[in-house]
């Protein structure tokens, strides 16, 4: 279990939460890290960013997860920022319908966060 | 999105006629999550090796995973076992997931839903993973058992992508798509203008780095390695006989060409050129032709010593794996053959007698080249140690459970992928045999003038693929004049079945005169497919008495 918590890295900052994935983000790894991330997770987070810079792999798991974390932000009034999508799992999210109208992309992490906190 | 979902009966199924059909197979056992990411890591490796192009080995990937984490988390009663097929049909690629779990209800109705349920904020948290696998493929099926020939569930995705023909068994190389990259020169001169006019002879043909001052070289040639050096002779700070000193230092820098060029050839002719190593001494002012021509001959040279060098080595290496096998044990006659692949190959084959017992192993390295060529040295090197430690008194299944723990626990050897057989001949025409992820052998029954036989019923996951796995073992007993034929995929991927029957039928009874047969029946296999010869070893055993 402590490999698959090395596998993400949450950083909850006064305006959003920094959430950062490392490696292959599957059916496995989600069902462990999911709650949590729900856990550690302020309850009223208005903007998420999450960090795909590292992530090589990306499945339907994944997706559903950050569907998950899209609802709270609006539920909550706030915003989903994907950064730095590259590749396989770029491919994904254009696939399933996460385009610019749903969530904000980032090129890297730093322009997600001056985002999500002039959004704030 | 349009619903691509097709009738199962516009597949070609197992058991149904496969013109030119090449297949890789993976048996798991119960699927779980963690067999999931080793399994992508082989089909990955397995689709490069086929040349697939990344963004549609990505797609497949994708689909594997989605379906087996369906088979995880879905099925009322569980799969014992999952078979992961991926065929090429007249050059276009499948993937077949095969499984005897609970069918998957309402397969059509789940497209549907799949297809058009766009969820609270336009995606869904559940149901993705159809919805990608009907997006990215042409064709998609799910055959419950209850409708298929072997009664497993199947779910096949297909494309109509085709793969170009000579990448079906060879990986595009490099220079396949690649244009070559042009030589790196470092050219060292205080001098500017010198510098600049040896530049300009230089730069249409090379990619240079020009240095001023001397002493900035050696960094740069530690960081990147030029395939030549131009350097003045006499320049302030570092001159050039102590940068060539300096450049020898460096790991491989002797192999490096070096050309010194001087006004003062007085003092050039002078030096130790041998002990130095110095390629050639060329007198300023140089004209453009003699330095392209000087430049050129250097780089010829060097390349010819490193092929020849890369060549002894890899004949060496050929050497060293080439099938070695006895000619008789225990009433088994005993028949070798094999072919690697021009710029090397990763098949190899060891055995290890005790007493009247032999137990043997055939194995295939993935992958081409130089590097399969390395790693079947090393897994050939691991595998003789095994087999000196546990071949006395080891059976095959066991055998290939000892590989498979050493194959998890060593992070080299898992970092490629090797099929292996590992197959025990006794008196009396017995045999056992075990397989991890190889082609199981076909047994041929000659007696009484007929020859019939078929694949052994065995099967096997990849060494290294699943953690603490016991192989099973099949036991086969064999009468006089019977056939066991075992070889690499390469050789199976060219001969089905009934080419083997045909070319057995006019072979006379021994192991050596049936080996050619096949052997000729293969080559001329490949040369009327047209693709490039893949690795390939055949093993022929023949029980019984030969004329």
């Known amino acids: 279990m402590s490999t698959i918590t090395q596998n993400y890295q949450l950083k909850n900052r006064p305006d959003y939460s920094h959430l950062a994935f490392v490696g292959d983000l599957d059916a496995a790894t989600v069902e462990a890290i999911r709650p949590l991330v729900q856990a550690q997770m302020p309850p009223l987070c208005r903007n998420i960013i999450v960090d795909l810079g590292e992530v090589d792999f990306l499945d339907s798991h994944g997706v559903g997860f950050f569907a998950s974390l899209l609802k709270r932000c609006h539920r909550n009034g706030g915003q989903l920022y994907i950064a730095a999508a590259h590749g396989q799992p770029a491919s994904v999210l254009r696939m399933v319908g996460f385009n610019n109208t749903l969530v904000v992309y980032c090129a890297n992490s730093s322009e997600a966060e001056i985002r999500a906190e002039t959004a704030a | 999105m349009p619903l691509s979902v097709i009738p199962p009966s516009a597949f070609l199924l197992p058991g149904a006629p496969r013109p030119s059909q090449t297949v890789y197979t993976l048996t798991l056992p119960t699927p779980a999550f963690d067999v999931i990411p080793p399994l992508r890591r082989k089909i990955k490796g397995r689709l490069a090796a086929w040349g697939v192009p990344d963004a549609y080995a990505d797609n497949l990937l994708l689909s594997a995973s989605e379906i087996m984490t369906n088979l995880v988390k879905h099925p009322a009663r569980k799969a014992d076992t999952v078979q992961v097929q991926l065929r090429q049909e007249e ?256 098949d190899f084959i060891l055995h290890h007698k005790n007493g009247d017992r032999m137990l043997a192993v055939i194995a295939d390295i993935m992958g081409h080249g130089q590097e399969a060529k390395f790693f079947a040295f090393a897994y050939a090197g691991y595998l003789r140690s095994l087999m000196q430690l546990f071949g006395n008194d080891c059976l095959p299944a066991p055998f290939l459970s000892h590989v498979s723990r050493a194959v998890r626990d060593d992070s080299f050897l898992d970092s490629t992928m090797m099929t292996c057989l590992a197959f025990e001949l006794m008196p009396e025409g017995r045999a056992c045999v075990a397989t991890a992820g190889h082609p199981p052998p076909y047994l041929i029954a000659r007696g009484g003038g007929a020859c019939t036989g078929d694949v052994v019923d065995i099967a096997g996951p990849l060494p290294g693929l699943l953690a603490d796995h016991n192989y099973q073992q099949k036991d086969l007993s064999l009468r006089q004049g019977d056939i066991l034929i075992l070889a690499t995929d390469g050789f199976f991927e060219t001969l089905d079945r009934e080419a083997i029957l045909s070319a057995l039928r006019q072979a006379p009874p021994a192991a050596e005169a049936a080996a050619d047969r096949l052997w000729t029946s293969y080559q001329d296999a490949l040369q009327r497919s047209l693709l490039a010869a893949d690795d390939a070893t055949l093993i022929v055993l023949h029980y019984g008495d030969e004329p």
């Open chain 2, 91 to 346: 050059g276009r690629l499948v993937l077949d997931v095969s499984d005897d779990s609970t069918p998957f209800a309402a397969f059509m109705a789940k497209c549907q839903y799949a297809a058009g349920d766009r969820g609270h904020d336009g995606v869904p948290e559940h149901g993705n993973g159809l919805r990608c696998i009907l997006q990215m493929h042409s064709e998609v099926a799910y055959i419950p058992a209850t409708e298929s020939d072997d009664g497993l569930n199947h779910f096949i995705v297909r494309d109509q992508l085709k793969i170009p023909a000579h990448t079906r068994h060879a990986p595009l190389l490099a220079s396949d798509s690649m244009p070559t990259p042009r030589k790196l020169v470092f050219l060292v001169d205080d001098n500017p203008v010198t510098l600049d006019l040896h530049k300009k002879i230089l730069q249409e043909h090379y990619t240079l780095r020009c240095f001023g001052c001397a002493a900035d070289v050696p960094a740069a040639f530690a960081e990147r390695r030029p395939e030549l050096v131009i350097s003045d002779l006499h320049m302030p700070g570092l001159d050039g006989i102590a940068l060539r000193r300096q450049l020898s230092l460096i790991d491989g820098g002797d192999a490096v060409p070096f050309i010194f060029l001087s006004h003062d050839i007085a003092s050039a002719h002078r030096l130790d050129v041998n002990r130095l190593g110095i390629d050639d001494y060329l007198c300023k002012p140089i004209s453009a032709e003699r330095l392209l021509a000087v430049t050129a001959r250097l780089m010829q040279r060097a390349t010819q010593f490193a092929t020849a060098v890369q060549g002894r080595f890899n004949k060496q290496l050929t050497a060293m794996l080439h099938p070695a096998m006895p000619r008789l044990h225990a009433g088994w006659h005993i028949a070798t053959r094999s072919h690697a692949a021009e710029a090397g190959g990763g």
